[in-house]
C-alpha cells in the first residue's frame, strides 16, 4: 500500500512544471501548437539561437543551430503573467512571474513597479513598445574548435520617451532588466 502511494506521489506533475489555461493543462515535454490549442497566442514572443558545433573527425564538425523562445502569457489582473520557454518548438520550462496581468501600460514609464530583474514580457507589460529598441548583437564563444558553443549574449537596450523629451534607456540581457539609465 505504502509502496503504491509513492509511486503516485512520483508520478503526478509537478505544479511548477505545469500551466492551467481554461481548466486545461500544459507540461513540459508538450509541443507548441499544443500550447497554442491550450492557451490561445501569447502577447509577446522572444526568440534567440544558439550555434553548437561537435567535432565528428580530425578536420570536421557538426554544427548546429538549437533555437529558443520565450512566450508570454497574459490571463488577466487576478494571475500572474506566465512565461514558457520553448526549445526547438517543445516546453521545457514554466515560470510564473512577479508581475500580475494588465489591460493597459502605464502612462509615463516609470515608478515603484519599475525595478530590476523584470522579464522582457513583464516590462512590456508595464511600459508597452519601446520607441527604439537596440541589439548588441554579441555571441560569448565557449569551448574550442571543433567543439565550441556560440552563445548570444541578448544584449539591448529599449528607448522610452519621457514627459520632459528625455529618454528612459532599459538595459536588457537575456531578457531580463539589468539597469535603468535617463538620457
Given at each position: 500500500m505504502l509502496t503504491s502511494m509513492l509511486a503516485?506521489?512520483?508520478?503526478?506533475?509537478?505544479?511548477?512544471?505545469?500551466?492551467?489555461?481554461?481548466?486545461?493543462?500544459?507540461?513540459?515535454?508538450?509541443?507548441?501548437?499544443?500550447?497554442?490549442?491550450?492557451?490561445?497566442?501569447?502577447?509577446?514572443?522572444?526568440?534567440?539561437?544558439?550555434v553548437i558545433s561537435q567535432g565528428i573527425g580530425p578536420d570536421s564538425a557538426l554544427v548546429r543551430q538549437v533555437v529558443y523562445e520565450d512566450w508570454f502569457f497574459d490571463f488577466g489582473s487576478n494571475r500572474f503573467l506566465q512565461r514558457v520557454r520553448l526549445r526547438e518548438g517543445g516546453v521545457v520550462r514554466i515560470d510564473s512571474l512577479r508581475l500580475r496581468g494588465r489591460s493597459q501600460p502605464l502612462?509615463?514609464?516609470?515608478?515603484?513597479?519599475l525595478r530590476r530583474?523584470?522579464?522582457?514580457?513583464?516590462?512590456?507589460?508595464?511600459?508597452?513598445?519601446?520607441?527604439?529598441r537596440e541589439d548588441l548583437d554579441e555571441a560569448l564563444r565557449?569551448?574550442?574548435?571543433?567543439?565550441?558553443?556560440?552563445?548570444?549574449?541578448?544584449?539591448?537596450?529599449?528607448?522610452?520617451?519621457?514627459?520632459?523629451g528625455r529618454l528612459s534607456v532599459m538595459s536588457m540581457q537575456h531578457g531580463v532588466l539589468q539597469r535603468i539609465d535617463i538620457e
Open positions: 503516485l506521489l512520483f508520478m503526478a506533475p509537478d505544479p511548477s512544471a505545469t500551466l492551467r489555461c481554461d481548466g486545461r493543462l500544459v507540461a513540459v515535454d508538450d509541443r507548441d501548437f499544443q500550447l497554442i490549442e491550450t492557451c490561445g497566442e501569447p502577447f509577446h514572443i522572444e526568440r534567440w539561437a544558439e502612462p509615463v514609464c516609470r515608478g515603484g513597479e530583474g523584470l522579464s522582457s514580457g513583464e516590462l512590456l507589460r508595464l511600459c508597452g513598445e519601446p520607441v527604439q565557449l569551448g574550442q574548435p571543433p567543439d565550441e558553443n556560440w552563445i548570444p549574449t541578448r544584449r539591448e537596450r529599449w528607448f522610452y520617451r519621457l514627459p520632459n
